[in-house]
């Protein structure tokens, strides 16, 4: 609208002067996330090509004018107009990506926002002029926007530009009926005129991408099946981890660790991972594979074939080695490999040798691999007094299983004695119990079955761990861990030394810093060590852990029987079967100390000698370097 006599006597200031409050903030993190950016917001706002200024209100900037044309524009935001809130509540109920026509003051970006947060939505602001966003920025606290994996930014004179860039590397034309929406009312000409260009270069970038990813795709499936095809030496892997518990990141460490290592020897890494707090379009995957044009497909923990990874179909099309490392029992979930079957170009590799066996009877005979896991850390944690214990541990326990408890009677009952026979056989594998103990009356379905082979194992899990803590309750144990302790610990000593969850970077200097660190193993492993076996040492932490067999192939172990003689043995770190044993080796190594340090050391050079990613790493590239030059290894 074109200013008033009123407005025009109102005390202005120039976009020079905005830079305070809630500016420095937001501009911090503009920079961050949005640094190519940077150039554009000050060389525009500092050109004066336009007229323009700021009103400050009680709460910050409320008012922009600008020069349009023949006459003066000015845009209120006290607060967002209802109109403009109510478009954009209905934008995101309708779309999976809204883009939003100017930034106006921030209040409609932030409406939006608000609404799509922690959701699989995302945000696209297109601003052509700048000093818009300066204006925004000292009006609003746009942190969390601007930090967002959700939101993308277009802004300044090459908008067009950067928006059909990201559009393409984000694949945003493959989202779903999009949404365009203007920050400010259109229905004045400068309004309409923005709205109209920005329509128009979205469906244009829309119709350029939709056809090229399409093709791309084509293109490169029918490469994988051509017979004279290359092998080279670039792995694509994938792993999704929005929405997983914190101590489930650790798969994730395992992961970057690996890859980072990988490259030395030749391979080039493309890793795809998909985390919370950021916008992925549908098939994001999909295209980042696409992109990646790989030599070998790698997975953890999941078949190519389930519908959240690449779905039997597109694997089905895919003509390379596809490796899937099991550091986890893929049998637990039995149906799984039941269901989806072995294929033909699936290549395993697992943690455990218990697993292998299987894996070969279920058809991947000639195509199994072993690789155990390793030391995350390599660097001695620091001494901390705050982290000082006599005993600690690091892990987590289920809460109580609604699930189970929904169960009929009969079944719930059924499932308890399947637990209590697996505290009692720790290293025979669920399947082998459920399959000597009939089901009681009608079989449910597989996924039934499957959800509740998992709780049992999880119940099983939470209880063997308790049960350890019990025995060393009146020796100092310390627990880290998730809330659900709280609920399953009993009142006394170990529940009042819970001390909550412990950030990953801390780990080492709690390990460092405990007299004794305790391991208590999964109950799905059978043979295979887990990270706490190989970190520990590394950090220079005194590790007892459960015996598992074949624990000698990796460290030469020590038993309650060696405390009298512990010089006549190399030994690396301690091991008990029984709770008595745990409680001799403990009352022992708290009262001596200093016994440790040589076991200590001992430990901790055999780690950083052969149990480290790189170790791990060498032996992956020497097994896809098979994997990838087998001839006839796709039917």
Not at 42 to 49: A, L
Not at 141 to 152: C, I, N, T
Not at 192 to 213: D, N
Not at 279 to 291: A, C, D, H, Q, S
Request: aromatic fraction near 10%.
């Amino acid at each position: 609208m074109t200013l008033s006599m009123d407005e025009e006597n109102l005390v202005w200031i120039s976009g020079h002067e905005v830079r305070s409050g809630f500016y420095p903030p937001n501009v911090r993190l503009l920079d961050l996330h949005h640094p190519d950016l940077v150039s554009i917001r000050d060389s525009e706002v500092q050109s004066g090509e336009r007229v323009y200024g700021f009103q400050r209100g009680r709460r910050g900037i409320c008012a922009v004018r600008f020069h349009c044309g023949d006459g003066w524009l000015l845009w209120r935001e006290d607060s967002p107009p209802e109109i403009l809130v109510r478009a954009a509540e209905e934008a995101c109920e309708k779309a999976d990506l809204i883009y939003l026509a100017g930034i106006g003051l921030g209040g409609v970006a932030s409406s939006i926002f608000r609404r799509i947060r922690g959701q699989n939505k995302g945000l696209f602001i297109i601003e052509p002029h700048a000093e818009f966003l300066v204006a925004a920025m000292s009006a609003c606290d746009l942190r969390g926007l601007l930090s967002s994996g959700q939101v993308f930014l277009a802004v300044g004179p090459t908008w067009e530009e950067q928006l059909s860039a990201l559009m393409e590397r984000h694949h945003l034309a493959a989202a779903s009926s999009p949404v365009i929406r203007a920050a400010m009312n259109p229905a004045g000409g400068w309004g309409q005129t923005v709205l109209a260009q920005v329509s128009g270069a979205i469906q244009r970038a829309i119709s350029k991408l939709q056809p090229r990813l399409k093709q791309g795709m084509d293109e490169w499936i029918a490469q994988t099946h051509s017979p004279v095809r290359r092998p080279g030496k670039v792995l694509w892997a994938f792993q999704d981890s929005r929405g997983i518990a914190p101590y489930s990141l650790i798969q994730l460490v395992l992961l970057r660790s690996l890859f980072y290592r990988l490259r030395r020897f030749g391979w080039t890494v493309r890793y795809t991972h998909l985390r919370d707090g950021n916008f992925y379009p549908p098939y994001y995957r999909i295209w980042e594979l696409v992109r990646a044009q790989p030599d070998v497909l790698f997975f953890c923990n999941l078949a190519p074939s389930f519908e959240f990874a690449l779905g039997p179909e597109l694997t089905g099309a895919i003509r390379i080695p596809k490796v899937i490392w099991h550091t986890d029992d893929p049998f637990y979930c039995q149906h799984l490999y039941l269901r989806h079957g072995v294929r033909t170009d699936e290549y395993y590799l697992a943690a455990d040798l218990g697993w292998i066996d299987r894996l070969e009877e279920y058809g991947a005979a000639g195509r199994t691999g072993f690789m155990p896991g390793g030391a995350t850390i390599t660097r001695p944690g620091k001494r901390c007094k705050r982290l000082a214990s006599d005993i600690v541990f690091v892990g987590q326990v289920r809460a109580k299983s609604s699930f189970l408890e929904a169960l009929s009677p009969v079944h719930r009952d059924y499932c308890e004695r399947i637990v209590s026979e697996k505290l009692a056989n720790p290293r025979v594998s669920l399947a082998a119990i459920m399959s000597q103990r009939p089901f009681p009356g009608r079989l449910p379905g597989e996924d039934i079955l499957d959800e509740m082979r998992q709780r049992i194992l999880w119940e099983a899990n939470t209880r063997h761990r308790l049960e350890i803590a019990r025995q060393l309750e009146d020796l100092g144990l310390v627990i880290y861990g998730n809330s659900a302790w709280l609920d399953r610990l009993p009142d006394g000593p170990n529940k009042e030394r819970f001390r909550g969850t412990l950030p990953f970077g801390k780990l080492v200097h709690a390990y460092r810093n405990a007299v004794i660190t305790l391991n208590i193993h999964s109950l799905q492993t059978y043979t295979c060590l887990n990270v706490r076996d190989f970190d520990v040492p590394a950090s220079g932490g005194f590790l007892l852990s459960d015996w598992l067999p074949r624990v000698d192939d990796f460290f030469v172990p020590g038993f309650s029987d060696d405390l009298d003689r512990l010089q006549e043995k190399e030994i690396e770190i301690f091991l008990y079967r029984n709770p008595t044993e745990l409680r001799r080796i403990v009352s022992y190594f708290l009262e001596n100390p200093e016994a440790r340090i040589p076991i200590i050391e001992r430990a901790r050079q055999r780690v950083l000698e052969h149990h480290t990613y790189s170790n791990r790493a060498k032996t992956l590239a020497q097994w896809l370097t098979r994997v990838v030059g087998m001839k006839n290894r796709v039917r």
